[in-house]
Protein backbone atom coordinates (compact mmCIF):
# COMPACT_ATOMS: atom_id res chain seq x y z
CA UNK A 1 0.00 0.00 0.00
CA UNK A 2 2.73 2.73 0.90
CA UNK A 3 5.12 2.97 -1.32
CA UNK A 4 8.69 4.18 -0.73
CA UNK A 5 11.16 6.06 -3.34
CA UNK A 6 14.33 6.48 -2.46
CA UNK A 7 17.71 8.95 -4.45
CA UNK A 8 20.79 9.93 -3.52
CA UNK A 9 22.85 6.92 -3.14
CA UNK A 10 26.35 6.82 -5.43
CA UNK A 11 30.35 6.64 -4.94
CA UNK A 12 32.03 9.83 -3.54
CA UNK A 13 35.75 9.91 -2.18
CA UNK A 14 36.26 10.36 1.70
CA UNK A 15 35.58 13.65 2.89
CA UNK A 16 32.86 14.07 -0.04
CA UNK A 17 28.99 14.32 1.04
CA UNK A 18 25.73 12.47 0.00
CA UNK A 19 21.99 13.69 0.66
CA UNK A 20 19.60 10.31 0.63
CA UNK A 21 16.28 11.38 0.20
CA UNK A 22 13.14 9.08 0.96
CA UNK A 23 9.95 9.96 0.05
CA UNK A 24 6.58 7.67 1.06
CA UNK A 25 3.21 7.80 -1.18
CA UNK A 26 -0.09 6.69 -0.43
CA UNK A 27 -3.41 7.81 1.83
CA UNK A 28 -0.84 8.48 4.70
CA UNK A 29 -2.59 10.70 7.92
CA UNK A 30 0.80 10.44 9.64
CA UNK A 31 4.23 8.75 10.71
CA UNK A 32 5.65 9.20 13.96
CA UNK A 33 9.18 7.66 13.06
CA UNK A 34 10.70 7.89 9.75
CA UNK A 35 14.73 7.05 9.59
CA UNK A 36 17.79 5.51 8.02
CA UNK A 37 19.34 1.73 8.48
CA UNK A 38 22.68 0.40 6.80
CA UNK A 39 23.71 -2.70 6.12
CA UNK A 40 27.19 -4.05 4.81
CA UNK A 41 27.69 -7.33 3.46
CA UNK A 42 28.00 -9.87 6.86
CA UNK A 43 26.99 -7.17 9.00
CA UNK A 44 23.64 -6.65 10.92
CA UNK A 45 21.45 -4.01 9.58
CA UNK A 46 21.84 -0.80 11.98
CA UNK A 47 20.36 2.64 12.92
CA UNK A 48 21.95 5.50 11.31
CA UNK A 49 19.64 7.80 12.21
CA UNK A 50 15.73 8.59 13.01
CA UNK A 51 13.42 11.17 13.72
CA UNK A 52 10.08 11.63 15.13
CA UNK A 53 7.34 13.06 13.92
CA UNK A 54 7.63 15.51 16.87
CA UNK A 55 11.06 16.23 16.13
CA UNK A 56 13.29 14.17 18.60
CA UNK A 57 16.13 12.72 16.51
CA UNK A 58 18.70 9.28 17.41
CA UNK A 59 22.20 9.09 15.47
CA UNK A 60 24.11 6.11 15.59
CA UNK A 61 27.55 7.23 17.63
CA UNK A 62 29.67 6.54 14.41
CA UNK A 63 27.89 9.25 12.65
CA UNK A 64 27.15 11.77 14.94
CA UNK A 65 28.05 15.41 13.76
CA UNK A 66 28.69 14.54 10.30
CA UNK A 67 25.25 13.26 9.13
CA UNK A 68 22.16 15.10 10.01
CA UNK A 69 18.63 13.76 9.67
CA UNK A 70 15.60 16.04 8.75
CA UNK A 71 11.95 15.70 7.54
CA UNK A 72 9.36 17.15 5.80
CA UNK A 73 5.90 16.05 6.94
CA UNK A 74 3.72 18.01 4.51
CA UNK A 75 5.40 15.80 2.22
CA UNK A 76 6.02 12.65 3.72
CA UNK A 77 9.71 13.06 3.05
CA UNK A 78 12.96 11.89 5.02
CA UNK A 79 15.94 13.27 4.15
CA UNK A 80 19.76 12.01 5.52
CA UNK A 81 22.08 14.83 4.84
CA UNK A 82 25.89 12.59 5.03
CA UNK A 83 28.99 14.86 5.23
CA UNK A 84 32.62 14.02 5.71
CA UNK A 85 31.97 10.52 4.24
CA UNK A 86 34.34 8.15 5.80
CA UNK A 87 35.00 4.29 4.23
CA UNK A 88 33.51 2.51 6.99
CA UNK A 89 30.25 4.46 5.76
CA UNK A 90 30.14 2.18 2.77
CA UNK A 91 27.15 -0.08 3.15
CA UNK A 92 23.32 0.00 1.35
CA UNK A 93 21.15 2.10 2.97
CA UNK A 94 17.15 1.31 3.51
CA UNK A 95 14.79 4.13 4.32
CA UNK A 96 12.23 3.00 7.45
CA UNK A 97 8.91 4.56 8.10
CA UNK A 98 7.52 3.36 11.44
CA UNK A 99 4.16 3.44 12.48
CA UNK A 100 2.76 4.05 9.35
CA UNK A 101 -1.19 5.72 9.89
CA UNK A 102 -3.21 5.09 7.12
CA UNK A 103 -7.07 4.10 6.38
CA UNK A 104 -6.47 0.50 6.37
CA UNK A 105 -3.94 0.40 9.45
CA UNK A 106 -0.66 1.37 10.92
CA UNK A 107 2.05 -0.11 8.99
CA UNK A 108 5.46 -0.31 8.70
CA UNK A 109 7.59 0.21 5.80
CA UNK A 110 11.01 0.10 4.30
CA UNK A 111 12.44 1.18 1.01
CA UNK A 112 14.24 -0.78 -1.44
CA UNK A 113 18.08 0.07 -0.20
CA UNK A 114 20.40 2.30 -2.04
CA UNK A 115 24.23 1.82 -2.49
CA UNK A 116 26.53 4.22 -1.19
CA UNK A 117 30.40 3.91 -1.74
CA UNK A 118 33.11 5.80 -0.04
CA UNK A 119 36.26 5.39 -1.43
CA UNK A 120 39.87 5.96 0.13
Known amino acids: QVQLMESGGGTVQAGGSLRLSCAASGSIFSIAVMGWYRQSPGQQRELVAS???????QYAYSVKGRFTISRDNSKNTVYLQMNNLKPEDTAVYYC??????????????WGQGTQVTVSS
Open 96 to 109: NLDRVATQEGVFDS
Open 51 to 57: MHKLGRT
